[in-house]
């Protein structure tokens, strides 16, 4: 279907907005959406794989009801997805919509969100959910609900509350259109039908996937939109172990692009990347090292620094945001030629990444009868999220490779059956798992169901309810529903309304649990304490450690390392020692030793890692004595300042002072960041590369809060952090608050993704590097003291000047666009080149086969340019080049804004650019 076709359902700046950044044409599933009345109001469950386009029609559906007047809220799992579609839809804005984005991190948007001041809200599934409890009319007025990533409702961890939420909207009083997208699932019907949408089923992908297994260089795949078997002699070796198979298949994959290698715990992708960084004659990924040595030093900062300095990275829930976002942006830009990553990669994400590779076809799944981990296969579903991850449209060429790595021809025909050929996992319900408190008392306290008659008929109207529970027989599941409502009454957090027509209502305490996402026994254990400590002083340490008491605090995974838990609890007594002569403390800890639980000891290790990282102990100093990244402990310190915050309200709730109340608020704060309460203030800043040790150096120079820092100038930041363009990055963050762009937020990390345990702006470089010995190149701007909002107004990119200076280590050429200097690959520096060589002599657009006699790479390569001058200049920065849907590629720069001499670039360093200097001048484009 021609993209022209939906000019009759929206306007034409629409259609050209969507043109430029599809193409012509609908894939598949585009177009039959269409087809079955996506824009006439036709509910939908959209099951497709990945990379099928599928993302594209939750936002075609948005932008029309939107331009309809009708608000949307589009969901999506992960708070980074929530990040980037903000971005995309970002480009609407000068088409007059509001995008508000909002999750746990997020919450300026809220009010906005509650009164309806949008057109577009994009929310995390809990978020939303949260919002539900306390403002339960929040869908009056909305037109359109997109559900991305519907898979997550069969998800063990979160499924329950996206049913939850599922259920309100199905029986919402609210006419509302809703748009389920997810990958395939088995049994979709009865999804479908209980959703009350229209099916639509795509098996197709714009570009070809091979899937299968590979022995000895021999790959036997099956094509995924074909259906065909064939072998693809990758090389002919033998190797005597599985680390020299590993490694010769990575080589061999390497010589055909990029290599995306997906393993079951964290470990291992350290391990791997390590081996294959020893072994792989790669170069080395300089750019990537050079950002990374901007970071606070740390196990983790120096493990990939090594293994960059090969061309090979992970990734995993250990590292730190900064850390995964270089990461992750180093291997978007090609520098980093394999990437070792747990399964955080394996959703939502868009690598332009040929091959990816699953070397141990399994995963770790926390069996809750023995209460250990244990290893289980690799389920279909969770294969196919990872192999979706090859062949992406508009990133990669004719067909991408999944490879399953095996030890013999045997275990070959094995993996053919079962991951390749077998069936799907079909899709059973997950709220069963869950307490049915915790779902009672969120109900009661949004004060839409007010008695068990109503719950009841609420909760058989759930997904559980509709395939389970009326199964069991609607009495016996009442009586259960009526017990768990007298555990909440004895809890005190549900009580009975007087009167002839008694109600249930939440407490104070249990609607604070239901708003703040806590679990009803959680709730339950903080109120006690709460009380118990109503009048007397307490020490950070006894609010950490009640905390570590909670179930939902068990949750939080932090890892052993090589010791055991037990040892913690000797180091905890010394903990209690150091911070005060506290008797009572150390008598309430005594009492409660013999009662701990093993997960509760565990709660140790978390309590005096924190009360280590709030007295802002070096970072390096904390992972060396417990054995724990920096990026486990400021998630765990995240994780903690969110029930802190929570223990806050429901201190003020049982009738704590308001000083006292503030005080433990800001407990909260400072966990968040792992600082004093000194630097709360400055650390709320949010300045990449600002970490701790930073943070306190500026405040002991008087640089103490964002008046101070904004009056000075850059050579004094510069004199205290000892680097002059983080200096400016500061300098720029506090005094412009907006920047170019911002890039693809690191992927998120996932409770118990990883097994067992658990906006790239850009700043010139400063002219004189010997002002401050220390400087290192710095690729990103960090986020300003006052976000940047998420609509703006498009920028003016011109003049364009085209450098011969060439990084040889990195393979970077160079450019300057609107007065910023940056690097850009030699394929698409020799593209833009020749389209705006092209500009210069008055020819106009170019044919795309014309682009390819001068880059090696032909018109295809104008994609990946396009999005590195995102990347690199910011938002909108593509906006120089444009293309009349023909296949025909020009600029919208004047030729006065275009600076080039070519016969300066005929003697460029690089030899794609000079052969494509050499075929211009050849044409007399000069």
Known sequence: MNIQTLLAYVPAKIVATWRARIGDTLTDVQARAVRERLFEGQSLLVLSPTSSGKTFVGEMAAVRVAMGNKRVIYLVPLKALAEEKAREFSRYAEHGLRVVVSHRDRREHDAAIEDGRYDIAILVFEKLERLLVSKPGLLAGVGLIVLDELQTLVDKQRGAALEILLTRLRISEHRTQFLGLSAVLADAEVLARWLGAKLLVSESRPVELRKGPVVGGRFLYREHNTGKVAVEQLTDFKVASDDQHLVATVQTLCRMGQALVFVPDRERSRKMAELLARHLPLDPAQAVCDELATLEEGFATSALSQTCARGVAFHNSDLTFDQRDIIERGFRSGVIRVLVSTSTLAVGVNFPVENVLIPEPWKWQFNQTCRKWTKVDLPTSEFENMAGRAGR?????????????????????????????????????????????????????????????????????????????????????????????????????????????????????????????????????????????????????????????????????????????????????????????????????????????????????????????????????????????????????????????????????????????????????????????????????????????????????????????????????????????????????????????????????????????????????????????????????????????????????????????????ARHCFVTLAGHEDRLTPVAFAILLRVMAAKKRG??????????????????????????????????????????????????????????????????????????VEALQKLALA
């Not at 999005?867 to 080049?881: D, T």
């Open 393 to 809: 449209l508009g990133f990669s060429g004719s067909f991408g490779r999944a490879l399953v790595l095996v030890p013999s021809r045997w275990h070959q025909n094995a993996i053919m059956r079962t991951l390749i050929d077998g069936p799907h996992e079909p899709v059973r319900p997950t709220l069963r798992n869950r307490r049915l408190e915790d779902t009672v008392l969120e109900l009661v306290a949004s004060n839409a169901w007010t008695n068990e008659t109503q719950l009841g008929e609420f909760l058989l109207e759930t997904f559980t309810g509709f395939v389970d529970w009326a199964r069991d027989g609607a009495p016996k599941f009442r009586d259960r529903l009526v017990a768990a409502v007298e555990r909440l009454i004895k809890q005190h957090l549900l009580y009975r309304t007087d009167g002839e027509d008694t109600q249930l209502a939440a407490t104070r305490v249990g609607r604070i649990a239901a708003e703040r996402g806590l679990s009803a026994r959680t709730a339950e254990v903080m109120a006690r304490w709460a009380l118990a400590a109503a009048d007397r002083a307490y020490h950070p340490l006894e609010v950490l450690f009640a905390v570590s008491l909670t179930p939902d605090a068990h949750e939080v995974f932090i890892s052993r390392g090589q010791r055991s838990y037990s040892g913690y609890v000797g180091r905890f007594r010394e903990a209690i020692a150091r911070v005060e002569p506290n008797a009572r403390l150390q008598e309430w800890f005594e009492e409660m030793r013999p009662k701990l639980s093993d997960g509760q000891i565990g709660g140790l290790k978390k309590a005096v890692v924190l009360a280590e990282w709030l007295d802002e102990k070096k970072i390096d100093a904390l992972e060396r004595d417990h054995q724990t990244w920096a990026g486990a402990i400021a998630s765990v310190g995240s994780d903690y300042a969110r029930f802190i915050e929570a223990l806050a309200e429901i201190a003020d709730a049982v009738g704590w002072t308001p000083e006292r109340v503030r005080e433990l608020g800001e407990l909260g704060q400072r966990l968040r960041h792992g600082v004093r309460a000194d630097l709360v203030t400055l650390a709320d800043l949010r300045i990449r590369g600002l970490g701790r040790g930073r943070l306190r150096k500026l405040a002991e120079a008087g640089l103490s809060d964002s008046d101070k820092l904004r009056a000075a100038d850059v050579d004094q930041i510069a004199t205290v952090v000892r680097h002059r363009g983080l200096a400016l990055q500061v300098h720029a963050a506090l005094t412009r608050g907006a920047y170019p762009a911002a890039i693809s937020a690191p992927a998120e990390v996932a409770r118990d993704a990883d097994g067992p345990g658990q906006d790239d702006r850009c700043v010139p470089k400063t002219e004189d590097p010997t002002t401050c010995p220390i400087d290192a190149p710095v690729a990103f701007i960090p986020e300003g003291a006052a976000p940047a909002p998420i609509v703006e107004a498009p920028a003016r990119f011109a003049p364009l000047a085209f450098s011969t200076r060439y990084d040889r280590l």
């Open 843 to 916: 020819l106009g657009r170019q044919h795309k086969h014309a682009l390819g006699a001068c880059a090696e790479y032909g018109w295809k390569g104008f994609i990946r340019l396009r999005k590195q001058l995102e990347e690199r200049f910011g938002k909108g920065a593509s906006g120089i080049l444009d293309q009349d849907g023909h296949g025909h590629y020009g600029t919208t720069l004047d030729a006065s804004e275009i600076e080039l001499d070519l016969a300066a670039l005929s003697k460029h360093p690089n030899q794609t650019v000079r052969t494509a």
